[in-house]
């Protein structure tokens, strides 16, 4: 059986939508026929709509909605896919960058969730997806403030899933697992990289897409879900031997 996914006078917004997964995403709403507007601190691929806003700033994203509102006169979908992922040990973490981690991965979520989500309500129809990571719930050496943000999302989404969902607006959450994306790359080098081909594997941007148009579409009868695409995550207790 062959997938589609029809998105025709569909208008979907993804927050750190530049690259990786949300910038494979926007190229595959746009060619189903829907709007992708990527709200990023850098522009994505040529022929996706871009509005340069930091998700960390209430204000900007309430702005940036409201722009695309005016210009779409609707939203139906919202990935809030931006994120950072800083590497230091919870000892030598610093005050700072665990700050931003928190602003950028669990904070600019919950804007723009405030920002779009009454206009979903208003329409009695809309789809929200957030992302969180194996290591919400397996931790991982040095990456203690960006599981403690994913965790808090699955939480967050839940919680935000049960509120409207007599409003028929959906939430739901995926767990990619290890995508090989910039910033991946940017927090993967060597043998960290080795460890991550060994255990689980390192996927595509593209193998993501599938289950985001699915969980966008009406053919996702489910909210307040977990989707999880990675494999065999639990490998990574590998890392203590």
Known sequence: ??????????????????QGIGAALAKAVNAAGGTAVVL????PPEGVGFLQVDVADRSAVVAAVDEVLGLHGRIDGLV??????????VLELDAAE???????NLDGVVW?????????????????????????????????AYAASKAALVAFAKTLAA?????????????????????????????????????????????VVGPLL???????AMTGSVLTRERAFAKLTSFVE
Not at 98 to 104: D, G, I, M, S, Y
Request: hydrophobic share 45%; glycine share 10%; with cysteine.
């Open 1 to 18: 059986m062959k997938a589609s996914f029809d998105a025709t006078g569909e208008v979907v917004l993804i927050t750190g939508g530049a």
């Open 40 to 43: 990023d601190v850098t522009a």
């Open 80 to 89: 809030a896919g931006a994120a950072v992922q800083p590497r230091s040990t």
């Open 98 to 104: 665990w700050t931003r981690t928190l602003q950028v």
């Open 112 to 144: 723009a969730c405030q920002a779009v989500v009454p206009h979903m309500v208003k329409q009695q129809a809309g789809s929200v997806v957030v992302f969180t990571s194996g290591m919400a719930s397996s931790g991982y050496p040095g990456a203690a």
């Open 163 to 207: 509120e409207v969902a007599a409003d028929r607006v959906r939430v739901n959450v995926v767990s990619p697992g290890v995508i090989d994306t910039e910033q991946f790359r940017g927090a993967n080098a060597g043998a960290d990289r080795e460890h991550w081909q060994d255990t689980i594997g390192i996927g595509d941007p593209d193998d």
């Open 214 to 220: 699915f969980l966008l579409s009406d053919a996702a």
